[in-house]
């Protein structure tokens, strides 16, 4: 994203929170997203479920705890500008990373429900490789997805984990996700959790630290 195409929206003014190794001293690094009405903070404490020596984490927050204002199966227009400016939020989380020496190829996106929407949205947008994808009950943004999403994620990791019966998140928007990822050329893992409910387990979070890890094989 050239500095012209930036957005200034509602979230570019809000901390960015960090933990882990910190970055000067980071190999690798974890961007992760909060769910509506959540924190930064909370997402620090759930990446420490997952991390590994060495790796940076970094939790843009959201302005009033809310990526975007509707569910994110309303069609796209209707949550703006709130996802626009999450979708800049990851891009200047992950550029403080670059800034640090930290190429993308060691970045992996972190979200949980409206995060892992918003992290699902972002790879799909700003395709190449990345360290990874881990959504925790999240998928794409929009009524209907593209038919066609451009670009090539290169062999990118993603792991997908969700309730089979989510009250927020359909399962078929979490297998439609997984075939739009794969049609772009990542490497997914898409997992269904029988009477889960709306949370994260301890077998997803289990894959995930995998995934860390190879960031700082």
């Given at each position: 994203?050239?500095?012209?195409?930036?957005?200034?929206?509602?979230?570019?003014?809000?901390?960015?929170?960090?933990?882990?190794?910190?970055?000067?001293?980071?190999?690798?690094?974890?961007?992760?997203?909060?769910?509506?009405?959540?924190?930064?903070?909370?997402?620090?404490?759930?990446?420490?479920?997952?991390?590994?020596?060495?790796?940076?984490?970094?939790?843009?927050q959201?302005?009033?705890?809310?990526?975007?204002?509707?569910?994110?199966?309303?069609?796209?227009?209707?949550?703006?500008?709130?996802?626009?400016?999450?979708?800049q939020?990851?891009?200047?989380?992950?550029?403080?990373?670059?800034?640090?020496?930290?190429?993308?190829?060691?970045?992996?996106?972190?979200?949980?429900s409206?995060?892992a929407c918003l992290?699902?949205?972002?790879?799909a947008?700003?395709?190449?490789?990345?360290?990874?994808?881990?959504?925790?009950?999240?998928?794409?943004?929009?009524?209907?997805?593209?038919d066609?999403?451009?670009g090539?994620?290169?062999?990118?990791?993603?792991f997908?984990?969700?309730?089979?019966?989510?009250?927020?998140?359909?399962?078929?928007?979490?297998?439609d996700?997984?075939?739009?990822?794969?049609?772009?050329n990542?490497?997914?893992?898409?997992?269904?959790?029988?009477g889960?409910?709306?949370?994260v387990?301890e077998?997803?979070?289990?894959?995930?630290?995998?995934?860390?890890a190879?960031?700082?094989?």
């Amino acid at each position: 994203m050239s500095a012209d195409d930036r957005v200034e929206g509602p979230h570019q003014d809000q901390p960015l929170v960090t933990g882990g190794t910190d970055l000067e001293d980071a190999t690798a690094a974890l961007v992760c997203t909060h769910g509506r009405g959540a924190t930064a903070q909370g997402m620090i404490q759930l990446a420490g479920e997952v991390l590994q020596e060495g790796v940076a984490v970094l939790a843009p927050q959201a302005a009033r705890r809310t990526w975007y204002p509707n569910s994110f199966l309303e069609p796209v227009e209707r949550n703006e500008p709130g996802r626009s400016s999450g979708l800049q939020a990851i891009t200047d989380a992950i550029g403080e990373a670059n800034d640090a020496g930290i190429p993308t190829e060691r970045v992996m996106l972190l979200g949980f429900s409206q995060g892992a929407c918003l992290a699902s949205e972002y790879l799909a947008r700003n395709p190449r490789r990345y360290g990874g994808l881990a959504a925790f009950s999240g998928g794409l943004i929009g009524d209907d997805l593209d038919d066609e999403y451009p670009g090539d994620l290169e062999g990118t990791p993603v792991f997908l984990g969700c309730s089979d019966t989510d009250p927020h998140i359909p399962r078929a928007r979490v297998d439609d996700t997984a075939d739009v990822l794969e049609s772009m050329n990542a490497d997914v893992t898409k997992r269904f959790y029988e009477g889960m409910g709306h949370g994260v387990n301890e077998d997803e979070l289990t894959f995930v630290s995998e995934m860390v890890a190879a960031l700082v094989d």
